[in-house]
């Protein structure tokens, strides 16, 4: 019978009994629900599955009492009797820098299924150094510089992150292949400064390694990244006339002469292109990788006006010869080349111009028969010799100078002696 087909007044009590009965044996499992906690704890990142959290003080195991883990965190979590464990797996790790500082979830009780109370859960992870520095993707690994940085200027910065974050440290791989050109200051700043003049008549490609290391850590975990710099060429270097005499060279300077221009002329001849030796009068730029044009011009030695020289080309020309070379045996001048967008840069060369006498005659032999002997078993080198014991001698006139040059005939005789044994 159901109590619904009782009369009303034993309907009443018979409902007061039955709820009193019924709150009676749910006493001890809402009593058990009062025995739970707020739970505060801490646990290290990296820690395995199982490990312990926390230790209960209630009776989890009460008859008709259901203990449970729920709310945001709860999946971190399980419970074993009165501890509250770890809840992890291989693809589950407890990283403090992924999961957060803290993990909160909720320890919920109930009484035959009905909710009766919940405590907080609150686990800090602790952390650990179990991450590297990192570079960040503004820190370029290719640059390129001038050579005409100024030393102790900051010419590239670097930068890395720490996901732990522990302090931060720079400093230059003494043995990378360009240190000494690079120094960070201060450490903890990520500016990389020039300590070494660019050349790039030297050196064209510059590579470097920084360190990025913790600087608060026992473990002092570094990271590394390689920078290529490449350099570019400045108009730093004067016009080199060639070609270029090496008068000295090392790893950072190349310094040469430059060349004396010689040719020669005749006495009263003129307009004409010298042809120079070496030749022709050139010069480059010092700076290649520009290759600035380049004019040419006379600077000095050239008072009355005698030659001409092409300012683009540096071909030289005389106009007015030299009537007496007696007067003016050698004309000396100095040319300069410099570049059009500086002529501030300019470098300079002598030029030699030699003046030769007319040439006229040809040579006359005074005689037009010569007579001498040698003495048998003599060498082939001995002198020949006429009557009276008199060395044999070749005597040549030429009208251009006036004058008698006597010539030994030792050579001469030398190569008939030598034709006479064949």
């Known amino acids: 019978m ?30 058990g629900c009062l025995d739970g906690q707020d739970v505060f704890a801490t646990i290290k990142e990296n820690s395995r599955s199982g490990d312990v959290v926390a230790e209960l003080v209630a009776d989890t195991v009460t008859e008709g009492v259901q203990w449970s883990v729920v709310g945001k965190d709860a999946d971190w979590f399980f419970l074993d009797d009165r501890n509250i464990r770890l809840n992890t797996s291989a693809d589950k790790i407890l990283d403090r820098e992924t999961v957060g500082p803290v993990l909160t979830a ?31 993707e503004k820190t370029a690994q290719s640059l390129i510089l001038s050579e005409l940085i100024p030393v102790n200027t900051v010419v590239f910065t670097v930068q890395a992150t720490d996901a732990d974050n522990d302090n931060i440290i720079y400093s230059v791989d003494q043995s990378s292949p360009d240190a000494e050109f690079f120094k960070v200051s ?34 002092h975990h570094n990271t590394s990244i390689n920078i290529s710099i490449t350099i570019l060429d400045g108009d730093d270097q004067y016009p080199q006339f060639l070609p270029c005499t090496l008068l000295f060279q090392d790893e950072n300077n190349r310094i040469c002469t430059s060349p004396v221009y010689t040719v020669n002329v005749t006495e009263e001849e003129e307009d004409i292109v010298l042809d120079f030796s070496p ?51 050698v004309l000396r001048l100095q ?12 470098s300079v060369a002598t030029v030699l111009v030699r003046i030769l006498a007319v040439n006229q005659f040809y040579p006359e032999f005074d005689m037009a028969e010569y007579h001498g002997f040698v003495i048998a078993g003599k060498t082939q080198s001995s002198l020949v010799n006429t009557y009276g014991s008199k060395v044999l001698m070749l005597h040549v006139q030429d009208r251009d100078f006036n004058q008698v040059s006597p010539v030994p005939f030792t050579n001469v005789v030398h190569v008939v002696l030598k034709c006479l044994r064949l």
């Open 2 to 31: 159901a109590l619904t087909d009782l009369k009303p007044w034993t309907f009443f009590w018979s409902l007061l009994v039955f709820l009193f009965l019924h709150t009676v044996a749910g006493m001890s499992g809402w009593a």
């Open 279 to 329: 030749g022709p009068i050139f010069a480059v730029d010092g700076d290649r990788a520009l290759s600035s044009p380049i004019s040419y011009a006379i600077l000095s030695g050239d008072d009355d006006g005698r030659f001409r020289m092409e300012r683009e080309t540096g071909e030289m020309r005389l106009a007015h010869g030299v009537r007496d070379r007696l007067i003016t045996p």
């Open 106 to 136: 909720e320890l919920s009780c109930r009484v035959e299924d009905i909710f009766q109370s919940a405590y907080r859960i609150m686990v800090e992870i602790l952390n650990e150094n179990d991450n590297l520095p990192v570079f960040t």
């Open 335 to 346: 040319v300069m080349a410099y570049q059009d967008n500086d002529p501030r840069k300019y």
């Open 186 to 219: 201060p450490p903890n700043s990520g500016e990389v400064i020039l300590s070494k003049p660019l050349d790039y008549e030297t050196k064209t490609l510059l590579n470097v390694t920084i360190f990025a290391s913790e600087i608060n850590t026992a473990e």
